[in-house]
């Protein structure tokens, strides 16, 4: 039974079997019934997806009884494999513990399940519409009479290269329900996306990648307003017209995005009257522009924005800024032609923001400014291979910190006693490895650590990291030269690890894959790419210690696998 894939949704066959487990289940699939419930099998997927289910039932089941058990009136418990007709509710919460691929085969699995899923907004939110490229979507295409046919109303879609036609047609049946929606490269008339959108009521985010193929010959008057839309983002727009005709039809924006710089004539003057249409209840702006565009926006009163990406605008004007919005939250500044002037003015644009949790920017060292900004809670910084220096700062209230292109220095950690999450991507050390977690070993509250593209200057397989990181919950490591010795010792010394990933990590082997099933006790998801698995040690090893561990090897050759993927 090969399935195949169409529109999202995993299709094995044109009706929907059902294969029910526990309770409701229909009598005349008695038979498939038994053979999912006792592991036969029927397909490698629905076997897949009942232990997935079982896992589910048994949490939602302990949660039953130990509620059971604080009432005073509480019934005898009773055993699980004479549990009870489960309501709707109940059915939604364990069914909450799938993934996509599993939610698809469970509306296979039972008319019951299906309608669960088809009617709640959570679950169906996991699926994302989506069609091959070069499609040609009417009324008359067989993608789209089976996806109305499914009866699924999705809140997720995404459209890629492809060629819209008489969507007024079939679009209320397969868009009308979308919360979120993205249309990049796809070929269609603007009167056409217009009727798109307004046949789309209950949408709160729009990804729309205008291009040549957004044909802009005439426009019909906006009849309508997105009364829900609050996330917009515009890219590539070859007329100036396109702003106009949203500033028509969004009332409510909260979020608006236009990357790039546009040398369209007029362009600027309408995108200040959009923003100034929208600036009662406009939150963020991420906007590319010259100078021009930044001294027109700095001039606009009322704005009341949370959150801001300054481009292309000189530090001076950056500080003007910050002091006519003062309730920015989250700042991040990605054009750095000025680096050496934003040193010096990022104190002045932290005392004229006193909200601010959130800052994105490329420094060099120190990041004295920080002293200016007390509230702080996330930072990200590029150090354009700098050394970075903290100085004396103790920033109590900084959880999180990614760190890019920077080189290291013994007591980077020591300022940030309250650390739950360190990424470091494509930093220097130095020393060897010991002396990148060394100090990460001392921060105690350290929940999630990534390592992409770290380099060290020695390279040794002695190893010393000097205490468990107990709380470190999530550890992924990207295209590192790790030595197995230390792979082994980090694995050791990370034992509530809940997910591990590792892509194209050097030190990783059978061995290694072997001590994460042994060794990590709490794990709930490996993923592993590009590898060779030797023997079928490892895949026998899997099946039997990490049945409730979602395991991804991606990429990874050996005997029982082809060049691909393995999802255990």
């Given at each position: 039974m090969n399935p195949s894939e169409r529109c999202g949704i995993v299709v094995f066959r044109n009706e929907v079997p059902c294969l029910g487990s526990y309770s409701n289940g229909h009598s005349s699939c008695?038979?498939?019934?038994?053979?999912?419930?006792?592991?036969?099998?029927?397909?490698?997927?629905?076997?897949?997806?009942?232990?997935?289910?079982?896992?589910?039932?048994?949490?939602?089941?302990?949660?039953?009884?130990?509620?059971?058990?604080?009432?005073?009136?509480?019934?005898?418990?009773?055993?699980?494999?004479?549990?009870?007709?489960?309501?709707?509710?109940?059915?939604?919460?364990?069914?909450?513990?799938?993934?996509?691929?599993?939610?698809?085969?469970?509306?296979?699995?039972?008319?019951?399940w299906k309608r669960i899923i088809d009617r709640s907004p959570s679950l169906v939110g996991k699926f994302v519409l989506s069609f091959p490229h070069g499609t040609t979507l009417d009324k008359h295409c067989e993608l789209v009479r089976d996806v109305i046919a499914s009866g699924m109303q999705h809140t997720q879609a995404s459209l890629r290269k492809i060629t819209l036609v008489g969507a007024a047609a079939?679009?209320?049946?397969?868009?009308?329900?979308?919360?979120?929606?993205?249309?990049?490269?796809?070929?269609?008339?603007?009167?056409?996306?217009?009727?798109?959108?307004?046949?789309?009521?209950?949408?709160?985010?729009?990804?729309?990648?205008c291009g040549k193929n957004l044909y802009f010959h005439t426009v019909k008057a906006v009849d309508f307003q997105l009364e829900t839309l609050e996330n917009?983002?515009?890219?590539?727009?070859?007329?100036?017209?396109?702003?106009?005709?949203?500033?028509?039809?969004?009332?409510?924006?909260?979020?608006?995005?236009i990357p790039g710089r546009s040398k369209l004539a007029g362009f600027i003057d309408k995108l200040i009257c959009f923003i100034k249409a929208t600036r009662r209840t406009l939150e963020e702006v991420a906007i590319g522009g010259g100078t021009d565009l930044w001294e027109k926006l700095s001039d606009l009163n009322?704005?009341?924005?949370?959150?801001?990406?300054?481009?292309?605008?000189?530090?001076?004007?950056?500080?003007?800024?910050?002091?006519?919005?003062?309730?920015?939250?989250?700042?991040?500044?990605?054009?750095?032609?000025?680096?050496?002037?934003?040193?010096?003015?990022?104190?002045?644009?932290?005392?004229?923001?006193?909200?601010?949790?959130?800052?994105?920017?490329?420094?060099?060292?120190p990041a004295t400014f920080l002293n200016f900004m007390p509230e702080l809670a996330q930072l990200s910084l590029n150090c354009s291979n700098h050394v970075i220096s903290f100085s004396d700062l103790e920033l109590h209230n900084l959880t999180s910190i990614t760190l890019r292109s920077t080189k290291l220095t013994d007591n980077w950690h020591r300022h940030f006693p309250n650390m739950r999450s360190v990424a470091l991507i494509k930093c220097t050390i130095d020393g060897s490895w010991s002396d990148l977690f060394l100090p990460v070993a001392q921060l105690g509250k350290l929940q999630h650590l990534l390592l992409y593209k770290v380099s060290v200057a020695v390279a040794s397989d002695d190893v010393y990291i000097p205490d468990y990181l107990d709380s470190l919950s999530?550890?992924?490591?990207?295209?590192?030269?790790?030595?197995?010795?230390?792979?082994?010792?980090?694995?050791?010394?990370?034992?509530?690890?809940?997910?591990?990933?590792?892509?194209?990590?050097?030190?990783?082997?059978?061995?290694?894959?072997?001590?994460?099933?042994?060794?990590?006790?709490?794990?709930?998801?490996?993923?592993?790419?590009d590898c060779v698995v030797r023997d079928d040690?490892?895949?026998?090893?899997?099946?039997?210690?990490?049945?409730?561990v979602e395991v991804n090897l991606t990429d990874c050759i050996g005997p029982s696998l082809s060049e691909g993927e393995l999802s255990v």
């Open positions: 008695a038979t498939e019934c038994e053979r999912i419930n006792h592991g036969l099998e029927y397909d490698e997927r629905f076997i897949r997806l009942h232990d997935a289910i079982s896992k589910g039932f048994k949490m939602v089941l302990d949660k039953l009884r130990s509620e059971d058990s604080e009432s005073e009136d509480s019934d005898e418990q009773k055993d699980e494999d004479n549990a009870p007709n489960l309501t709707v509710r109940i059915w939604a919460e364990i069914l909450t513990n799938l993934n996509e691929t599993q939610l698809a085969n469970a509306r296979l699995v039972c008319h019951r079939w679009w209320p049946a397969v868009g009308g329900a979308l919360i979120s929606l993205t249309i990049a490269d796809c070929k269609i008339p603007i009167d056409m996306l217009l009727d798109v959108l307004k046949l789309s009521p209950s949408l709160k985010r729009l990804d729309l990648t917009l983002c515009l890219t590539d727009i070859q007329y100036v017209k396109t702003l106009d005709v949203f500033q028509q039809m969004c009332p409510r924006l909260k979020v608006l995005r009322g704005l009341l924005l949370k959150r801001a990406t300054f481009s292309y605008v000189a530090p001076e004007r950056m500080v003007i800024l910050s002091r006519n919005v003062p309730s920015i939250e989250s700042l991040s500044i990605d054009w750095m032609k000025f680096e050496d002037e934003l040193l010096q003015k990022l104190a002045k644009i932290g005392d004229n923001l006193p909200k601010l949790k959130s800052l994105t920017a490329r420094i060099a060292s999530l550890l992924e490591i990207r295209k590192c030269r790790l030595p197995k010795a230390t792979l082994h010792a980090l694995i050791r010394f990370c034992p509530m690890l809940v997910r591990i990933d590792l892509q194209r990590v050097q030190g990783v082997d059978d061995d290694i894959r072997l001590a994460i099933g042994e060794g990590l006790k709490y794990l709930k998801e490996s993923s592993i790419d040690e490892f895949l026998e090893h899997t099946s039997k210690h990490c049945g409730g």
